[in-house]
Every structure is written in C-alpha cells, then in structure tokens.
C-alpha cells in the first residue's frame, strides 16, 4: 500500500516541467536513497514526500505559466551531479609531448575513457623536457608523484617504495595483446610498475647522396648489418675535404660532456650488455673494452671522426649532419627520418636554408664475430602511489587510466615516432599508416629483432645505483680523456678494473 501511495506521488511530481528538471532528479534521489527508511517512520516520511511533490508542482506551475520563481525556488545544482562529483576518484597524470600532437592523443584518450567511466577524473598536466624530470623528482622524494608518470622504469623509482605493482590487475586479454618480449620493459625484477606505449629504438643515420656517391650499399647494410671492419672502411671512403675547404667525416657524435650513448651502443655490439651483466656480474674488465675504446681511438687517429669530438655537442653534431659534413650521424632515432622530411618541406617552403637531405636509418656495426644488438627499451606510463596511500579502489583506477592511455589509439605514438609497436592492436590500428619512408620502417622493424635489453630491469636497486655511480664518476671523465687523446684505451681499461673495485666492490 505505501509504494501504491509513493508512486501516485511520484507521477505528480515528476511531470516533465522544464524548470523543475533539477528539482525533480532531488526527489527521485530522495525517493531512491530513503526508501530504507519507511520500515522505521513511514507515515512521517510519506507525509513529507507529499508536501514536497506539492511545493514542487506549485513552483513547476507557475514557472510554466511564464512567473518567474522566488529566490526560495530557484533550481540549484543536481544533488545527483553534487553525488558523482563528491564519488569520483581523481587520477593524476603527467606526461612529456612525446610527438607534435601527443597533446591532442592524451586529451581524446582521456575523453574516451571518461564516457565510459564518469565516476574517473582524469587530471593531466603536460611537463617541459628541461623542467619535467626535476619537478617529478622533487614530488617523488615529498612522497607526493602523480598516479602516472610518462617514463621508462627505474631502479630508482622502486627504491622510493611509492612505485605501484600494477601485475595484479593485467588481464590474459591485456597479456595477450603485447607483442612478445615488450610488457617485460616495463618491470623491474619480474615487477610490473608500469605498461609501454612504444619501443625506443637506437640507431645510426645516414646521408643517402654521400653514401651512394661513396658507394655504400645501404640497402645490404640494413638488411645485413656490418662489422666493425667493415665500417671502418666504409668510413675512410665517407671522408673527404669539400670543395669549400671543410671536411666531410664518416662518422661524427658528440663528445662534450662524454655522452654515454655512443660507448653503450658500441660495446652491446661487443656482446657486453652494459658495464654489469643482467647477474650483476663486472663485464668491462677484459680485451672487449679495450677493442672496443680502441675502435673509437683508431678513426679519431685515422681522420674518420672530427679531432675536435670532446668539444662538440648535441646540436654541432645536428648541424654538421645537415651541412653535409657527416656522412653518418651516431644515436639517429627512427623519429629522424620524419624530422628531416619536414625540414626538407621547409627548405622547399623558404623556412630553411640548406641542403635536402635523404635519409636512411642504419644500424650500429659490431665487434666482427659478435652478434649484432640494438640498443631498445620500453617508454610508457610508471604507476605510482602516494605516502599518504588512498587505497586499493585507487589503484585499480590507476591501472585502468593507464591502460587506456597505452591502448590501441595510443599507438599513434609508435606511429608518429616510427617505432615499433609494443601491441598487436596498435600494429591493427595504424597499419599502412607509417610516416617515415618504408625501408626505414622496415629496417628498424629488422633492427627490433637483435633487442638489447635495459640491464637495469634485472639488478637490484642497490646494483643499478652502484652501476650509475660508475658511469658518471668513472665512464665519462676518461671517454672525454679518450676523445682529447690524452688517454690510451689500455690506461682507462686499467683504470675501469681498479675504479670497479672501489665501487662496485669486484
């Protein structure tokens, strides 16, 4: 009998007035979240439900007959609206512009997924490459990052204890649509702290005109790869004086500051996965690091590389690529072949000056009887929690706003940097819609297959901080030692062993 009675109720006061639209959703809350309590006080609250649904349909009346309603009347916001606002659970990202329009990725991401989950908020901020890392860092040692965070993951980051272990939430479905060997990327020790979105790729690049005039077989070079015999040839062919009086080099990388990437991409090709092993095993200890900094020693001395390498930096190196002064440029991303297309449309379009250039991505040459690695690694979405823990539910959504943001469309990343794919939807979704040329696709898609993984995914957290220690405080002062000749490679793998001992303690 009282439902009979709430319902007769109901029908008046949720006639389909416009005014009253928010008034009558407070109501319908009213009558759903109350209920429960007409077993205790039914006639009380039967009684108060009907002079409300009279108030409403006075107030509704009048508003339809063109009165406008009192102060005491007016609609306020849906205290349904007011619920969900208060229920909601804010999910912090940050993120770098990974590409151009990666902006415009994570906006329709986050749009995406927030139709089907309202209850989500999804808060994204997107960080500078300059000021990025130390705002995070500073919010990591408060105890305070964001639920995600777009980097690689770090031994670092599992040290602080605020880096979540997401293993729990991927579904065989989500397992499933990794490509083989890419979900592994994002976990440190068999720990899943996060997913990636694309396989950051290390490569060399080249000038196609030089090479073809040189009379480099580049297309056999991608699919083949070559030694170090090999390219020390091909080097000395690629240098010449220019009719202006420069040099053009084989070779050029920049030395100022002692970049590491030159030394790793070259001694992974000397079957040395890092300066440990993935037991954490000292591995810079013997004639492969002595070969290997002598292979850099010889084409300083023979001309193939600038005399002046310790004093050049990122962008010199850039820019002697571009004058073609450099037949080959060392660390070329698979992204560069896009960037130089774009260059060569603002060349045509009176933006640049210069010459266009071809350009053809290569891989690093190897130790002769080594076995030809390339330098890869995952980048994506770190999971994290705070100090002040908000929960399991918390968590849960975290995964779900990360898994959404590494999906399918997400791909568009891979795709916009030429990358390989780390999902098979996301291969599904951009197939055929590369834009880097399709021997370059191709020959990083080849180079994919001789992965070098991060070491640092399977040491301890002690080991990898140990390791990074050497390579700052040891590494670098004696490659710059080796690029300004002041060093012979014997020395600095003399002085690798000693220095091994003091800090690594083998």
Known sequence: MTMSILSSIWKRAARPFVICKEVSTNITIAYQNNWGMIGLKKKQWVMGLTALALMTTTACSAGDKGVAPSAATQPTASTESVKKEEKADTVVVWAYPVHQKYEDDIKQLIADYNKAHPNIKVQYEMLSWAEGPKKFDVALNAGNPPDLYFHSVSGQYVNSGLALDVGKYITPEIKNDFVPGT????????????????????????NKRILEEAGIDWKKVQKDGWNWTEFREAAKKLTKKLPDGSTQYGLVTDGNGANLDFIEILTRNNNMQDVLDKDGKFTWNDNRIVDTLSFIDGMLKDGSMPKETSALAAQKRTEMFYAGQAAIISKAI????????????????????????????????????????????????????????????????????????????????????????????????????????????????????????????????????????????????????????????????????????????Q
């Open 334 to 505: 698979p992204y560069y072949d896009v960037m130089i297309q774009n260059r060569n449309k603002d060349i045509d379009g009176g933006k640049v000056k210069g010459e266009k250039i071809d350009f053809v991505l290569l891989p690093a040459p190897h130790k002769d009887g080594a076995p030809a690695k390339t330098t890869m690694g995952g980048e994506g979405y770190v999971a994290f929690k705070q100090k002040a823990d908000k929960g399991e539910e918390h968590a849960k959504n975290t995964f779900a706003v990360m898994e959404a943001l590494s999906g399918a469309k997400a791909g568009n990343s891979a795709n916009e940097l030429s990358l390989p794919f780390v999902r098979q939807s996301q291969a599904k979704e951009f197939a055929g819609k590369g834009l880097a040329k399709a021997e370059n696709i191709a020959a990083a898609n080849e180079m994919a297959k001789n992965i070098s993984m991060p070491v640092d995914l399977n040491l301890d957290v002690d080991k990898a901080a140990k390791m990074k220690q050497f390579k700052e405080q040891v590494v670098k002062p004696n490659l710059q030692a080796l690029y300004a000749g002041e060093k012979k490679p014997e020395q600095i793998a003399e002085e690798f062993k000693s220095k091994a001992k003091q800090i690594l303690g």
């Open 183 to 206: 979900l592994e990327l994002a976990q440190i020790q068999g720990k899943q702290y996060g997913l990636p979105l694309y396989q950051f790729q290390w490569a060399w690049g080249g």
